[in-house]
């Protein structure tokens, strides 16, 4: 079972995340983060750049794996996850750019990228703490409806419900990419801890299939059941749906200092 923290809202959750990252890179300067794109993790990441430079934290250590990429678009576009994490995380951390990976979303190389990103992911020790958020669908990477609950990276065709909801970054809905390479759930399954955030109404259906549904592929996300260390935030909006509030809330309000995260 999740450990679900009902938070009143985005900053609260971002800031708990957040003081959760900076003191597990200080505890392990080589540190390897599951990097999440979308707006969700978005106010985690300032505030881990804020606190890294006001605390002088040495990140030049520090290992990220994204979980997904578009296939198709040059690493240059503004809306390619090379170009979004570079500028949320890279840069504002301060991180090492050869220590930053992001599935290969080329074409020409497209058949080998999921195999190679794996080799990747597993010299490096395995991803320590994985930031996720949750699509609309009940996707977690870019593993929509459907997926094996043991796929590992590779290919994915993006559903129109997707393409629509990242329609916003985009100028039109007909430039968001058809296709995406993304870490399989059984990839994200091997993360030593799991941090999911989900925020509004908009989540609210994905968030209660995903902790209180039965465990399917038709709601990806669901797979987190079968992790041993998953940490669930969400705010009241995005927790409207689930049935088991009063013990989430009990649970946290008796929550002892010496458990941590
Ligand atoms: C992106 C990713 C997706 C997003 C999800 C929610 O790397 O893995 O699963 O987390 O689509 O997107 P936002 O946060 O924009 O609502």
């Known amino acids: ?94 991180l090492t750019p050869e220590n930053v990976h992001v599935p290969d979303g080329d074409e020409s190389t497209i058949e080998q990228a999921g195999a190679e990103y794996e080799k990747l992911i597993k010299a490096s020790g395995g991803v320590d703490i994985q930031i996720l958020g949750i699509g609309t669908d009940g996707h977690i990477g870019f593993n929509e409806p459907g997926s094996s609950l043991s796929s590992r990276t590779r290919i994915k065709t993006l559903t129109e ?19 995406c390479i993304t870490q399989g759930i059984g990839t994200i399954l091997e993360a030593k801890h799991l941090v999911l955030m989900a925020f509004k109404s908009t989540k609210s259906k994905a968030v209660a299939d995903a902790l209180e549904g039965p465990i399917s592929a038709f709601c990806p996300a669901s797979a987190l059941q079968l992790h041993p260390h998953t940490t669930v935030f969400i705010d009241h909006a995005a927790a409207a749906l689930l049935k088991n509030t009063d013990y989430y809330k009990w649970v946290y309000k008796n929550k002892p200092d010496w458990q941590g995260w």
């Open 161 to 179: 419900q997707t393409r629509l909801d990242n329609a916003r970054f985009f100028n039109d809905v007909d430039e968001v990419p058809r296709h």
């Open 1 to 94: 079972m999740s450990e679900v923290i009902i938070v009143d809202d985005e900053a609260e959750a971002s800031k708990i995340v957040s003081d959760l990252l900076v003191k597990s890179i200080i505890k392990n300067p080589e540190l390897v983060l599951g990097l999440a794109t979308g707006s969700t993790p978005l106010g985690v990441y300032k505030l881990v750049a804020e606190s890294i430079k006001e605390k002088h934290v040495d990140v030049s250590g520090v290992r990220g794996f994204a979980l997904d990429e578009y296939v198709g678009l040059s690493k240059m576009h503004q809306e390619s996850y090379h170009f979004v994490i570079n500028s949320n995380v890279t840069e504002p951390i301060g």
